[in-house]
């Protein structure tokens, strides 16, 4: 049977695991909804109002934030109407956010809250990633102020922020947000998540990935999951297409970097051309080092590096390596100057260390001397 029948057969059978993983971890999360529809039901009846209940779950232990929570630089919203025809949109200027909580946590003092707002020309909100900026930012404050704190401040700036109707979908989006991140907290802790990415099984890892995936569509409106998730999902999907490939022991070296490749296509744009640079990076990099073992001349290196990346970035590794060539010769010349004191007969000890301060102060800066203390404390660990 050959490779491509094997691949493909594979495939055909990790999908059909994923249909049976996706109905198990579905029957799982209903017993949990009944769970949470008891629950309330028994809220209504004793008449406790919506922010009690907010009240109520922030007073539950938080067991972690999202693992995957990663810097988004796509808060531009993509919005188009039924005709494909794009809507009127605009940007929520911020206004200076001053709370009945009291100044910002020291963690946040002197920074701005993350996340662009926006609203089409109805003043209705418009979804984009930037309402769960807000909600982590303030959120990265947990452990400093008080959950019902920051819940408080959400809910305050999205009211300071945006127009009524608005700020109220916005605060209904971080509700839900909400019972998410406390339905992930019941089944995920961080001391196993770090066991399992450490342990790099693919199929444990796809487990809770999807079982994370599943509980966003339940609480969470799929236009939100879509803003909110759908290039962090891609991202997981990709790594986990990574590990499998990289555990497939019948594949040779050249198949799997044919195949990582192929699965980077899967990703957003920018993230495949930062992975497509650091490939090529990485590989004139081991070109370089060749070419030096091998006796190269300095042209030589310029040549290689100005066709792969061009004459202005050749100019700057060249500069670069020059700096780089000295900074050594200093430290090798400091560190055969100091043997030298050290093993002196003639010296006492006190003038051992005059001398190795000048010698120090001489030849390096105070920025420089830093760089040398860490090099010195490795030498002396050796």
């Not at 030589?300 to 020059?322: F, H, M, S, V």
């Amino acid at each position: 049977m050959n490779k491509k029948v094997v691949l493909i057969i594979l495939a055909n059978v990790m999908c059909l695991w994923g249909i049976v993983m996706y109905v198990k971890m579905e029957m799982n999360i209903k017993m949990q909804d009944m769970q949470f529809e008891m629950e309330q039901k028994i809220a209504h009846q004793q008449k406790i109002s919506k922010d009690q209940a907010a009240k109520d779950y922030l007073s539950r232990p938080l067991a972690n934030i999202d693992h995957h929570n990663k810097p988004n630089k796509h808060n531009t919203p993509q919005v188009k109407t039924k005709k494909d025809q794009p809507k009127t949109i605009r940007y929520i200027k911020p206004k200076e956010y001053v709370s009945k909580y009291g100044p910002l946590p020291d963690v946040l003092t002197g920074t701005q809250v993350l996340g662009d707002l926006v609203i089409d020309e109805n003043n209705k909100l418009v979804v984009t990633p930037g309402i769960r900026s807000v909600i982590e930012y303030f959120m990265s404050a947990i452990g400093i102020e008080s959950l019902e704190t920051i819940a408080g401040r959400i809910q305050e700036y999205f009211e300071q922020q945006l127009p009524e109707g608005a700020a109220k979908e916005a605060n209904e989006i971080w509700n839900s947000y909400l019972i998410y991140k406390n339905r992930l907290a019941e089944v995920e802790t961080e001391e196993t998540l770090n066991d399992l990415y450490s342990s790099q099984n693919a199929e444990a890892i796809r487990d809770v990935l999807t079982r994370r995936m599943i509980l966003r569509r339940r609480y969470i409106r799929s236009d939100v999951v879509k803003a909110f998730f759908e290039e962090e999902e891609k991202y997981d999907e990709y790594n986990i297409r990574c590990i499998e490939i990289n555990e497939d022991k019948s594949l040779s070296s050249e198949e799997k970097q044919s195949l990582l490749v192929q699965a980077e296509q899967t990703l957003p744009e920018d993230i495949r051309q930062l992975r497509e640079q650091e490939r090529l990076n990485n590989s004139l990099k081991k070109q370089v080092a060749t070419l030096k073992e091998n006796g190269a001349s300095d042209e030589d290196i310029y040549n290689i590096r100005a066709q792969t990346l061009g004459e202005d970035a050749a100019k700057r590794w060249q500069a670069l390596d020059q700096e780089r060539e000295n900074w050594n010769n200093r430290v090798d010349s400091y560190f055969k100057q100091k043997k030298q004191i050290l093993s002196s007969p003639v010296l006492n000890e006190q003038t051992k260390q005059q001398r190795l301060l000048s010698l120090k102060n001489n030849s390096f800066n105070e920025m420089e001397q830093r760089r040398l203390n860490a090099l010195e404390r490795i030498h002396q660990s050796q």
